[in-house]
């Protein structure tokens, strides 16, 4: 078992022929990936990777039954592309361009919810199920399979913190990256129940940043839903202050949004907050240790 | 990106905004000539810098005659201003802009804003005008109305209804005008997707008029590609100069106070060995993140703008290898010691993509003063003994 993802997930690819879409399609496909397909418009018809190119991801859904869907297109086409997929019927689209408009990021979402379509970023790495599917351009190499489920705003903190599982001698069940924009598909409060669900998940590492409060809402759920052992770290302890020129922003969040906050609010929820990501490998090991007790 | 305070003015008026009629000078002569245009009998001097509570800061001062004005232009045109938006070292006063005195019967304080928990803009407004809004909030959180605004919908009338019973506006006309108002400012927030807009005062004449007396306006990076013409408003001497310097070359650069220069991919990951150095006893003189597409020439650009600065006394190369592949950052480390005189301790963790073959290079290349950290935790470790001389 796994969440969102895994072998038999039917992926097409948005931008697919676009040089970023083609080189991570490839690592996709190389890592196991089922990508049945591909859309650029005007370029139906072809066959790219040996798999199928499609003007519109309707006539993709159609051929192809895909039910996910990766997206490489350009910043200003994200909306667009997102917008498409869901009246199409994907029911998980990967958003992992950076720089999309985040007003496009608000039409785009709702438009999604309406038509009941789940979306993963933008500006993110995707999500892997370990040794099953690899949706995203994270390194596949680092995600061994395991029970350690991982969710993550930022990049390259997932693959640190994959990394330091994997060393443990502990593995990944599914790790999701999902982006630290403005406006963000998928958050900790959808995912974190997930992982809850998933029977082979037996321990959640959950990375934050400075900025929302995305983790102090991830705090009151885990604090209510969540039974299994979470380890966090919140990156930006020593971060100087924003540099902001109105307060319409903070005053609207409620909150700071800063890290000492964030991080008393998940130790409050009873997570083990470490200081330092380079700690969260051994943290997971005491977590671990204690359920096997 | 942020903007002036003339500069937001010439786009509300774009959209029938009502502000008092001004003119932006970069000297004290033509602030003079400005003011003689303006015809008086009362003029405002306002100090044009990046950052809110100029008034407090005496960046904003009334004069009543020409001379007046001229006293006024030539104590705040080069002052460094210091609010509590600004740091401690304060903004350069580069810019004035001059403009007329308005009937001022009563000041209000209206934004636009995203929410993100809502994940839609929504309107701030309150009777508490001129104040610093933060403590409004903060004392008096229910004299603040917000309203929220579906862009699917757009704006309604009833938006602007729940805002001048909001506001407490009794008279039809007023709340027509604020209505009116709140209408055209969400326009200018939705067509030029600002990030957020900031009139603090927003002020009512006598004759029940809204005027908007100042303008805070920032804009959504992402999206100044279809908005060329905001883009030009961009003032890069209100920027730090190294930032911009480091962006020109992929690399997003913020200067810190401490001692260990840090380049590392992706912004949580830097933030992240930040706080690692720290609480190792250490401390970052710099946050520095690579990017996506690193290569050799922007591996050599950073070290040039971290050595730039005098205070660093080691520098921690923290990659982890995703699309970033370590070869290349090898490469450009080598390069860089070619380039410029690197001349502190480097402690250089690679991980992830390619890094046995950056490894290899890096051991080829024998560069003195070169130390590899086997983790995050021992690279860390290694480099706050370094910074200590150890």
Redesign the interface.
């Known amino acids: 078992m796994s969440i969102l993802v895994n072998k038999d997930s039917k992926v097409i690819v948005q931008g697919f022929t676009g040089k970023e879409g083609t080189f991570h399609a490839e690592q996709c496909l190389a890592y196991g990936t089922k990508i049945v397909g591909g859309v650029t418009p005007n370029k139906g018809g072809q066959v790219h990777l040996d798999k199928p190119v499609f003007n519109t991801v309707d006539e993709a859904v159609q051929t192809t039954g895909a039910t996910v869907s990766m997206i490489f297109v350009p910043?200003?086409f994200v909306g667009d592309a997102v917008m498409e997929a869901a009246e199409a019927g994907i029911e998980l689209a990967v958003i992992i361009t950076?720089?999309?408009?985040?007003?496009?990021m608000?039409?785009a979402?709702?438009h999604a919810t309406k038509h009941g379509m789940m979306t993963i970023g933008p500006n993110c790495?995707g999500v892997i199920t370990a040794e099953e599917c690899k949706i995203g351009?994270?390194?596949g190499m680092?995600f061994k399979k395991g029970n350690v489920g991982l969710i993550?705003?930022?990049?390259?903190?997932t693959?640190?913190g994959a990394?330091?599982v994997v060393k443990e001698g502990f593995g990944i069940t599914t790790a999701v990256g999902i982006g630290?924009d403005?406006?963000i598909g998928l958050s900790y409060k959808q995912i974190l129940p997930m992982f809850e669900a998933d029977p082979e998940t037996e321990c959640i590492v959950m990375?934050g940043?400075?900025g929302?409060?995305l983790e102090i809402q991830a705090a009151a759920l885990i604090k209510e839903q969540i039974t299994k052992p979470v380890v966090a770290?919140i990156?930006?302890?020593?971060?100087?202050k924003g540099k902001?020129?109105?307060?319409?922003?903070?005053?609207?969040?409620g909150s700071a949004g800063t890290?000492a906050e964030k991080m008393a609010a998940l130790e409050a929820a009873g997570v083990t907050v470490v200081?330092?990501?380079?700690?969260i490998g051994a943290a997971v090991t005491k977590a671990m240790a204690k359920i096997s007790k | 990106m942020?903007i002036h305070e003339y500069q937001a003015k010439q786009i509300f008026k774009k959209y029938g905004l009502p502000t008092p009629k001004g003119i932006m000078v970069e000297s004290v002569k033509d602030a003079v000539k400005a003011a003689e245009q303006l015809g008086g009998p009362i003029w405002v001097v306002k100090a044009q810098i990046?950052?809110?509570g100029r008034g407090l800061g005496g960046g904003v001062k009334l004069a009543k005659s020409l001379e007046e004005v001229e006293t006024l232009a030539n104590e705040i045109l080069g002052m460094t201003l210091v609010t509590h938006?600004t740091t401690a070292e304060g903004k350069l006063v580069q810019k004035l802009y001059i403009e007329d005195g308005a009937d001022i019967q009563s000041e209000y304080y209206l934004?636009v804003?995203?929410?993100?928990?809502l994940?839609?803009p929504?309107i701030?407004a309150s009777t508490e005008g001129g104040m610093?809004?933060?403590d409004v909030?903060e004392n008096t959180p229910e004299k603040?109305v917000i309203v929220p605004v579906?862009?699917?919908i757009g704006f309604q009338s009833f938006h602007g209804r729940k805002l001048a019973f909001g506001l407490g506006l009794t008279d039809k006309d007023e709340q027509k005008n604020m209505i009116r108002f709140a209408s055209k400012l969400v326009a200018v927030y939705?067509d030029n997707?600002a990030?957020?807009i900031?009139i603090n005062p927003l002020v009512k004449t006598g004759k029940g008029e809204f005027i908007a007396l100042d303008g805070?306006m920032?804009f959504?990076n992402?999206?100044l590609?279809?908005h060329p013409d905001i883009a030009e408003m961009r003032d890069l001497s209100e920027e730090d100069a190294d930032e911009v310097e480091a962006a020109k070359y992929g690399l997003s650069y913020?200067a810190?106070d401490g001692e260990i220069g840090c380049m590392?991919?992706?912004?949580?990951?830097a933030?992240?060995t930040?706080?690692?150095?720290?609480?190792?006893g250490g401390t970052?003189a710099n946050?520095l993140d690579v990017g996506?597409s690193a290569n050799a020439e922007t591996v050599a650009k950073g070290f040039e703008i971290i050595l730039k600065n005098p205070k660093v006394k080691a520098i921690f190369v923290n990659i982890?290898?995703?699309?970033v592949r370590c070869d290349r950052i090898a490469n450009g480390i080598i390069e860089a010691t070619k380039i410029t005189d690197v001349n502190v301790p480097v402690i250089v963790r690679l991980?992830?993509?390619n890094a046995p073959e950056a490894a290899e290079i890096l051991k080829n290349a024998n560069i003195a003063n070169l130390i590899v950290g086997d983790?995050?935790?021992d690279g860390?470790a290694k480099a706050v003994a370094a910074a200590k001389g150890n």
Do not use: C, W
């Open positions: 910043p200003a950076e720089g999309a408009p985040v007003k496009d608000q039409m979402k709702a790495p351009i994270m390194p680092i993550s705003k930022s990049g390259t903190l693959y640190e990394n330091q630290g403005p406006i990375i940043e400075i929302g409060d770290f990156a930006g302890q020593t971060a100087p902001t020129m109105g307060h319409a922003g903070a005053i609207v969040s890290a200081v330092s990501p380079a700690e | 942020n990046h950052a809110g938006q934004s804003v995203l929410d993100r928990k994940e839609m929504i701030m610093n809004i933060e909030a603040i579906d862009p699917a939705m997707d990030e957020m900031e805070k920032g959504d992402s999206a590609g279809r913020v810190l590392v991919n992706g912004a949580g990951l933030m992240g930040m706080d690692t150095i720290n609480h190792m970052p946050f996506g982890f290898g995703g699309i991980d992830g993509t983790d995050l935790g860390a």
